[in-house]
């Protein structure tokens, strides 16, 4: 009896300090005991942000523009599951949802394809969904897309800026994504899709939401998984170039002739990165200049100074040979005077 009566008094002063909670705090717990979507405090996206920066202080850098085909297998990690599965979306989704729900920021693509994150180019978000023929509902301030009306099967490809520095103080060569755009390809009524570039995303504002997102990167081990930030940190994907950072912002296609040139300018490039990171451990003695090489391979020939001293060196002299023996002391030798 006396223990009924403990367990009473416990469940009633349990059940007062929850009444006794202001409304707006239940109705806090109760929204986010409801909502499926990521959501972080101001203390975690502080936690979640501090290792996604680039340091200052550099003594290299290049940054590079790559194209990423969600077809590749390194790459369906992104594109998959095509509809939300469960607690299991996509990376547009993902991207996508938070764009509408503002915890996130997205910029316009710009005619030069730059990325800028300034407050004069965040998207019109309306203007964004009227462009791609995207259904929604307008709630408030709020745009309401239903999953079957996100066109995340449409969205195969995504351009990212890869940066590629060498800090100043530690000489550690790094490479991370600074901004990402997904790009939607449609075909207009015709046999080849056309590709249209949707936004610019900050990587460093999306970190802590990639962070809670795990993905599968294995279709043969299916515990192989990741988060989607490790994803992009540990470059588990693969793309090709397309651009790099230079004075007259063109892309690879302005000045390169046919398809064949193409490839060989982007395996230039990606020399020109791994010889820089090779001169870092002593492979290379001299650093790479990357708008002065040329490309092509160069003949094997010995150093120039070498070769000057040994035109330099006298010719050795040859002995004479020494003269034959006569075989016996009886043997008769003629001497002409």
Do not use: H
Not at 80 to 107: Q, S
Not at 184 to 202: H, K
Not at 274 to 288: F, H, I, M, P, Q
């Amino acid at each position: 009896m006396k223990r009924r009566f403990i367990t009473f008094i416990i469940t009633t002063l349990l059940v007062a300090t929850a009444s006794a909670q202001p409304p707006r705090r239940q109705q806090e717990q109760q929204t986010q005991k409801n909502s499926s979507a990521v959501t972080l405090s101001e203390r975690a996206r502080l936690q979640y942000s501090a290792n996604s920066t680039t340091p200052t202080e550099l003594t290299w850098k290049r940054d590079i523009y790559r194209e990423l085909d969600l077809t590749k297998e390194k790459n369906a990690a992104l594109y998959y599951p095509e509809e939300p599965l469960g607690d299991r979306v996509n990376f547009f989704t993902l991207i996508f949802n938070l764009i509408l729900e503002n915890k996130i920021t997205a910029y316009e693509y710009r005619l030069d394809g730059n990325e800028l994150f300034t407050k004069d180019n965040i998207l019109d978000v309306e203007n964004m969904l009227d462009k791609f023929y995207i259904y929604y509902e307008k709630e408030g301030n709020k745009y309401v897309v239903q999953p079957a009306d996100i066109p995340s099967i449409l969205v195969t490809k995504y351009y990212i800026k890869e940066s590629n520095y060498v800090e100043q103080g530690t000489s550690n060569y790094s490479t991370r994504v600074t901004a990402i755009c997904p790009v939607l390809m449609n075909s207009d009524g015709g046999t080849e899709p056309t590709p249209y570039p949707m936004f610019w995303l900050n990587y460093d504002e999306i970190s802590p939401y990639l962070v809670q997102t795990q993905v599968m990167t294995s279709s043969y081990n299916n515990t192989s998984n990741l988060s989607l930030d490790d994803y992009f940190l540990m470059r588990k994907y693969d793309g090709t170039i397309y651009k790099t950072s230079n004075l007259r912002n063109q892309p690879l296609a302005e000045y390169c002739e046919n398809d064949s040139a193409l490839v060989q300018e982007q395996l230039r490039i990606e020399k020109q990165l791994t010889d820089v990171e090779n001169s870092l451990w002593g492979n290379n003695k001299e650093a790479v200049d990357t708008e002065a090489e040329t490309a092509g391979t160069e003949e094997k020939s010995e150093p120039k100074a070498k070769r000057e001293r040994t035109e330099r060196e006298p010719k050795p002299i040859k002995e004479p040979k020494p003269a034959k023996q006569p075989a016996s002391s009886n043997e008769r030798i003629s001497v002409r005077r």
